[in-house]
Protein backbone atom coordinates (compact mmCIF):
# COMPACT_ATOMS: atom_id res chain seq x y z
CA UNK A 1 0.00 0.00 0.00
CA UNK A 2 2.87 2.09 0.95
CA UNK A 3 3.75 2.03 -3.00
CA UNK A 4 0.86 3.88 -4.12
CA UNK A 5 2.15 7.16 -2.81
CA UNK A 6 5.09 6.86 -5.22
CA UNK A 7 6.04 6.87 -8.62
CA UNK A 8 7.91 4.11 -10.12
CA UNK A 9 11.56 4.90 -11.33
CA UNK A 10 12.56 3.59 -15.07
CA UNK A 11 15.42 5.50 -15.28
CA UNK A 12 18.42 6.90 -12.94
CA UNK A 13 20.47 10.07 -12.97
CA UNK A 14 24.17 9.42 -12.57
CA UNK A 15 25.39 12.60 -10.93
CA UNK A 16 29.01 11.97 -11.96
CA UNK A 17 32.36 13.60 -10.57
CA UNK A 18 31.36 17.06 -11.12
CA UNK A 19 28.35 19.12 -12.28
CA UNK A 20 30.81 22.14 -13.70
CA UNK A 21 30.61 22.10 -17.29
CA UNK A 22 33.99 23.25 -17.78
CA UNK A 23 35.12 20.78 -14.88
CA UNK A 24 33.22 17.69 -17.47
CA UNK A 25 35.03 18.83 -20.39
CA UNK A 26 38.57 18.39 -18.28
CA UNK A 27 37.48 15.29 -17.17
CA UNK A 28 35.93 13.99 -20.18
CA UNK A 29 39.67 14.72 -21.94
CA UNK A 30 41.27 12.61 -19.15
CA UNK A 31 38.72 9.67 -19.09
CA UNK A 32 39.03 9.36 -22.69
CA UNK A 33 42.79 9.28 -22.85
CA UNK A 34 43.10 7.16 -19.46
CA UNK A 35 40.34 4.65 -21.53
CA UNK A 36 42.60 4.70 -24.61
CA UNK A 37 45.61 3.82 -23.05
CA UNK A 38 43.71 0.94 -21.11
CA UNK A 39 43.09 -0.88 -24.27
CA UNK A 40 46.11 -0.34 -25.81
CA UNK A 41 48.41 -1.71 -22.81
CA UNK A 42 45.68 -4.68 -22.24
CA UNK A 43 45.46 -5.65 -25.96
CA UNK A 44 49.55 -5.21 -26.21
CA UNK A 45 49.82 -7.50 -23.54
CA UNK A 46 47.25 -9.89 -25.33
CA UNK A 47 49.29 -9.91 -28.85
CA UNK A 48 52.73 -10.26 -27.19
CA UNK A 49 51.70 -13.14 -24.77
CA UNK A 50 49.83 -14.59 -27.47
CA UNK A 51 52.44 -14.10 -30.22
CA UNK A 52 55.79 -14.76 -28.46
CA UNK A 53 56.41 -18.34 -27.93
CA UNK A 54 58.83 -17.30 -24.80
CA UNK A 55 55.68 -16.70 -23.05
CA UNK A 56 53.76 -19.34 -23.54
CA UNK A 57 53.64 -20.50 -19.79
CA UNK A 58 51.04 -21.00 -17.02
CA UNK A 59 52.48 -17.44 -15.67
CA UNK A 60 51.71 -15.65 -18.60
CA UNK A 61 48.62 -17.40 -19.56
CA UNK A 62 46.92 -16.01 -15.97
CA UNK A 63 48.55 -12.63 -16.92
CA UNK A 64 46.89 -12.47 -20.46
CA UNK A 65 43.22 -13.30 -19.09
CA UNK A 66 44.16 -11.23 -16.14
CA UNK A 67 44.55 -8.14 -19.51
CA UNK A 68 41.41 -9.50 -20.94
CA UNK A 69 39.76 -9.03 -17.62
CA UNK A 70 41.01 -5.52 -16.97
CA UNK A 71 39.82 -4.72 -21.12
CA UNK A 72 36.10 -5.83 -19.70
CA UNK A 73 36.45 -3.74 -16.37
CA UNK A 74 37.11 -0.62 -17.77
CA UNK A 75 34.73 -0.86 -20.75
CA UNK A 76 32.13 -1.71 -17.97
CA UNK A 77 32.08 1.91 -16.77
CA UNK A 78 34.82 4.26 -18.57
CA UNK A 79 32.26 4.62 -21.76
CA UNK A 80 29.09 5.44 -20.24
CA UNK A 81 31.23 8.07 -18.21
CA UNK A 82 32.29 9.34 -21.23
CA UNK A 83 28.72 9.30 -22.65
CA UNK A 84 27.60 10.66 -19.61
CA UNK A 85 30.13 13.97 -19.52
CA UNK A 86 29.06 15.16 -22.67
CA UNK A 87 25.59 14.96 -22.14
CA UNK A 88 23.08 16.65 -20.71
CA UNK A 89 20.63 13.93 -20.03
CA UNK A 90 22.51 11.92 -17.49
CA UNK A 91 20.65 9.28 -17.45
CA UNK A 92 20.45 5.17 -17.23
CA UNK A 93 17.71 3.09 -17.72
CA UNK A 94 16.91 0.65 -14.32
CA UNK A 95 17.59 -2.46 -16.09
CA UNK A 96 20.86 -1.08 -17.10
CA UNK A 97 21.91 -0.22 -14.19
CA UNK A 98 21.28 -3.53 -13.28
CA UNK A 99 23.31 -4.72 -16.20
CA UNK A 100 26.40 -3.01 -15.05
CA UNK A 101 26.38 -4.02 -11.44
CA UNK A 102 25.82 -7.83 -12.65
CA UNK A 103 29.17 -7.36 -15.14
CA UNK A 104 30.95 -5.41 -12.37
CA UNK A 105 30.22 -8.40 -9.49
CA UNK A 106 31.46 -10.84 -12.64
CA UNK A 107 34.48 -9.11 -13.70
CA UNK A 108 35.58 -7.79 -10.01
CA UNK A 109 35.19 -11.50 -8.60
CA UNK A 110 36.81 -13.24 -11.09
CA UNK A 111 39.82 -10.82 -10.91
CA UNK A 112 40.12 -11.65 -7.51
CA UNK A 113 39.87 -15.31 -8.09
CA UNK A 114 42.40 -15.01 -10.70
CA UNK A 115 45.08 -12.98 -8.36
CA UNK A 116 44.15 -16.00 -6.01
CA UNK A 117 45.43 -18.32 -8.78
CA UNK A 118 48.23 -16.18 -9.71
CA UNK A 119 49.57 -16.30 -6.15
CA UNK A 120 49.40 -19.96 -6.43
CA UNK A 121 51.10 -20.25 -9.42
CA UNK A 122 54.34 -18.08 -7.92
CA UNK A 123 54.38 -20.22 -4.95
CA UNK A 124 54.68 -23.48 -6.90
CA UNK A 125 57.58 -21.67 -9.44
CA UNK A 126 59.25 -20.64 -6.13
CA UNK A 127 58.57 -23.31 -3.82
CA UNK A 128 58.70 -26.94 -5.71
CA UNK A 129 60.37 -25.31 -9.06
CA UNK A 130 61.22 -28.82 -9.67
CA UNK A 131 58.20 -29.87 -9.93
CA UNK A 132 56.42 -27.02 -11.11
CA UNK A 133 55.73 -28.19 -15.04
CA UNK A 134 54.19 -31.41 -13.73
CA UNK A 135 51.99 -29.79 -10.74
CA UNK A 136 51.01 -26.54 -13.51
CA UNK A 137 49.91 -28.87 -16.22
CA UNK A 138 47.83 -27.00 -18.68
CA UNK A 139 44.44 -29.20 -17.64
CA UNK A 140 45.31 -27.53 -14.15
CA UNK A 141 45.70 -24.16 -15.50
CA UNK A 142 42.78 -24.34 -17.64
CA UNK A 143 40.60 -25.61 -14.83
CA UNK A 144 41.70 -22.44 -12.18
CA UNK A 145 41.07 -20.27 -15.12
CA UNK A 146 37.50 -21.74 -15.93
CA UNK A 147 36.75 -21.97 -12.35
CA UNK A 148 37.63 -18.25 -11.68
CA UNK A 149 34.93 -17.11 -14.56
CA UNK A 150 32.49 -19.77 -12.63
CA UNK A 151 33.63 -18.18 -9.20
CA UNK A 152 33.05 -14.85 -10.45
CA UNK A 153 29.59 -15.46 -12.22
CA UNK A 154 28.55 -17.13 -8.87
CA UNK A 155 29.26 -14.05 -7.42
CA UNK A 156 27.74 -11.39 -9.78
CA UNK A 157 24.19 -14.34 -9.82
CA UNK A 158 24.11 -14.12 -6.02
CA UNK A 159 24.22 -10.17 -5.69
CA UNK A 160 21.98 -9.40 -8.65
CA UNK A 161 18.69 -11.82 -7.74
CA UNK A 162 17.95 -9.96 -4.96
CA UNK A 163 18.26 -6.42 -6.58
CA UNK A 164 16.18 -7.63 -9.48
CA UNK A 165 13.02 -6.98 -6.93
CA UNK A 166 13.87 -3.81 -5.84
CA UNK A 167 11.17 -1.35 -6.19
CA UNK A 168 12.41 2.11 -7.00
CA UNK A 169 10.85 4.85 -5.99
CA UNK A 170 11.30 8.96 -5.12
CA UNK A 171 14.89 10.29 -5.45
CA UNK A 172 16.03 8.96 -8.75
CA UNK A 173 19.94 10.33 -8.25
CA UNK A 174 22.58 8.79 -7.62
CA UNK A 175 25.70 10.52 -6.17
CA UNK A 176 28.23 8.13 -8.38
CA UNK A 177 29.45 8.04 -11.89
CA UNK A 178 28.62 4.42 -12.46
CA UNK A 179 25.38 1.75 -10.73
CA UNK A 180 27.35 -0.15 -7.53
CA UNK A 181 24.95 -1.99 -5.39
CA UNK A 182 25.66 0.28 -2.13
CA UNK A 183 24.31 3.43 -4.23
CA UNK A 184 21.09 1.71 -4.96
CA UNK A 185 20.08 0.64 -1.35
CA UNK A 186 19.32 4.61 -1.03
CA UNK A 187 17.21 4.68 -3.33
CA UNK A 188 14.62 1.42 -2.88
CA UNK A 189 11.61 1.36 -1.26
CA UNK A 190 11.75 -2.53 -0.88
CA UNK A 191 13.76 -4.11 1.65
CA UNK A 192 16.88 -4.58 1.01
CA UNK A 193 18.43 -6.05 4.25
CA UNK A 194 18.90 -9.62 2.39
CA UNK A 195 20.38 -7.72 -0.58
CA UNK A 196 22.79 -6.53 1.96
CA UNK A 197 23.39 -9.45 3.97
CA UNK A 198 24.31 -11.06 0.68
CA UNK A 199 26.78 -8.21 -0.15
CA UNK A 200 28.37 -8.23 2.76
CA UNK A 201 28.75 -11.79 3.03
CA UNK A 202 29.75 -12.19 0.35
CA UNK A 203 32.47 -9.11 0.27
CA UNK A 204 33.52 -11.01 2.74
CA UNK A 205 34.45 -14.62 1.41
CA UNK A 206 35.54 -13.27 -1.64
CA UNK A 207 37.70 -10.34 -0.39
CA UNK A 208 38.66 -12.12 3.02
CA UNK A 209 38.96 -15.54 1.61
CA UNK A 210 41.03 -14.92 -1.00
CA UNK A 211 43.26 -12.68 0.51
CA UNK A 212 43.50 -15.26 2.99
CA UNK A 213 45.02 -17.32 0.52
CA UNK A 214 47.30 -14.95 -0.95
CA UNK A 215 48.75 -14.25 2.33
CA UNK A 216 49.60 -18.01 2.88
CA UNK A 217 51.28 -18.34 -0.37
CA UNK A 218 53.66 -14.92 0.36
CA UNK A 219 54.16 -16.51 3.53
CA UNK A 220 55.50 -19.56 2.05
CA UNK A 221 56.92 -17.64 -0.24
CA UNK A 222 58.65 -15.21 1.78
CA UNK A 223 60.03 -18.02 3.95
CA UNK A 224 61.44 -19.63 0.49
CA UNK A 225 63.31 -16.67 -0.05
CA UNK A 226 64.60 -15.77 3.39
CA UNK A 227 66.84 -19.53 2.77
CA UNK A 228 68.35 -18.18 -0.53
CA UNK A 229 71.74 -17.40 0.74
CA UNK A 230 73.54 -14.53 -2.49
CA UNK A 231 71.12 -11.40 -1.68
CA UNK A 232 71.21 -11.52 -5.71
CA UNK A 233 69.25 -14.36 -5.76
CA UNK A 234 66.72 -13.35 -3.50
CA UNK A 235 66.89 -9.96 -5.09
CA UNK A 236 66.01 -11.78 -8.29
CA UNK A 237 62.96 -14.52 -6.91
CA UNK A 238 61.46 -11.66 -5.34
CA UNK A 239 61.52 -9.34 -8.16
CA UNK A 240 59.16 -12.17 -9.79
CA UNK A 241 56.27 -11.76 -7.58
CA UNK A 242 56.64 -7.68 -6.61
CA UNK A 243 54.53 -7.35 -9.78
CA UNK A 244 51.81 -9.53 -8.80
CA UNK A 245 52.05 -7.91 -4.98
CA UNK A 246 51.77 -4.37 -6.56
CA UNK A 247 48.49 -5.58 -8.82
CA UNK A 248 47.51 -6.83 -5.35
CA UNK A 249 47.32 -4.32 -2.92
CA UNK A 250 45.79 -1.92 -6.10
CA UNK A 251 42.72 -3.92 -6.25
CA UNK A 252 42.26 -5.02 -3.04
CA UNK A 253 43.08 -1.83 -0.94
CA UNK A 254 40.22 0.56 -3.18
CA UNK A 255 37.64 -2.42 -3.35
CA UNK A 256 37.74 -3.07 0.43
CA UNK A 257 37.04 0.51 1.18
CA UNK A 258 34.62 0.94 -1.41
CA UNK A 259 32.40 -2.17 -0.22
CA UNK A 260 32.60 -2.77 3.01
CA UNK A 261 32.38 1.21 3.97
CA UNK A 262 29.01 2.73 4.40
CA UNK A 263 27.44 4.75 1.60
CA UNK A 264 27.24 7.78 2.02
CA UNK A 265 27.82 9.36 -1.42
CA UNK A 266 30.98 11.07 -0.22
CA UNK A 267 34.36 11.98 -2.69
CA UNK A 268 36.01 9.52 -0.74
CA UNK A 269 33.74 6.69 -2.35
CA UNK A 270 34.25 8.16 -6.11
CA UNK A 271 37.91 8.19 -5.55
CA UNK A 272 37.96 4.42 -4.76
CA UNK A 273 35.57 3.72 -7.66
CA UNK A 274 37.76 5.54 -9.43
CA UNK A 275 40.86 3.54 -8.19
CA UNK A 276 39.75 -0.14 -9.07
CA UNK A 277 37.75 0.47 -12.03
CA UNK A 278 39.80 2.85 -13.92
CA UNK A 279 43.43 2.95 -12.67
CA UNK A 280 43.90 -0.16 -11.98
CA UNK A 281 43.41 -1.72 -15.20
CA UNK A 282 45.40 1.41 -16.54
CA UNK A 283 48.09 0.19 -14.45
CA UNK A 284 48.23 -3.20 -14.73
CA UNK A 285 49.83 -3.29 -18.12
CA UNK A 286 52.89 -1.32 -17.05
CA UNK A 287 53.50 -2.87 -13.67
CA UNK A 288 54.02 -6.15 -15.96
CA UNK A 289 55.43 -4.64 -18.79
CA UNK A 290 57.81 -2.19 -17.44
CA UNK A 291 59.21 -4.55 -14.29
CA UNK A 292 59.63 -7.92 -16.19
CA UNK A 293 62.36 -8.12 -18.55
CA UNK A 294 60.88 -11.25 -19.58
CA UNK A 295 57.80 -8.96 -21.21
CA UNK A 296 60.00 -6.03 -22.56
CA UNK A 297 61.82 -8.58 -24.64
CA UNK A 298 58.94 -10.03 -25.81
CA UNK A 299 57.14 -7.05 -26.92
CA UNK A 300 60.97 -5.79 -28.59
CA UNK A 301 61.06 -9.36 -30.23
CA UNK A 302 56.80 -8.75 -31.47
CA UNK A 303 57.46 -5.31 -32.91
CA UNK A 304 60.48 -6.21 -34.56
CA UNK A 305 58.36 -9.32 -36.49
CA UNK A 306 55.99 -7.13 -37.41
CA UNK A 307 57.47 -3.89 -38.57
CA UNK A 308 59.72 -6.61 -40.86
CA UNK A 309 56.49 -7.90 -42.17
Known sequence: MALENHSTINEFILLGLSAAPHIQAIFFGLFLEVYLLTMTGNLMMLVVIRADSHLHTPMYFFLSHLSFLDLCFSSITVPKLLENLL????????KGCLAQVFFLFESGATEVCLLTVMAYDRYVAIC???????????ELCKGLMWGSWGLGFLNALLNILPAINFDFCGDDSIPHFSCELPSLFPLSCSDVSTSYTVLFGSSL??????????FYSYAHIVSTILRICSSSGRSKTFSTCSSHLTTVLLLYGSAFLRYLMPTSGSPVELIFSVQYSVITPLVNPLIYSLKNNEVKAAVKRTLRKYLHY
Do not use: A, E, H, R
Request: charged fraction near 10%; include cysteine; hydrophobic fraction near 40%.
Open 205 to 214: LYGLGTCFLI
Open 128 to 138: NPLLYKQMMSN
Open 87 to 94: SQKKTISV
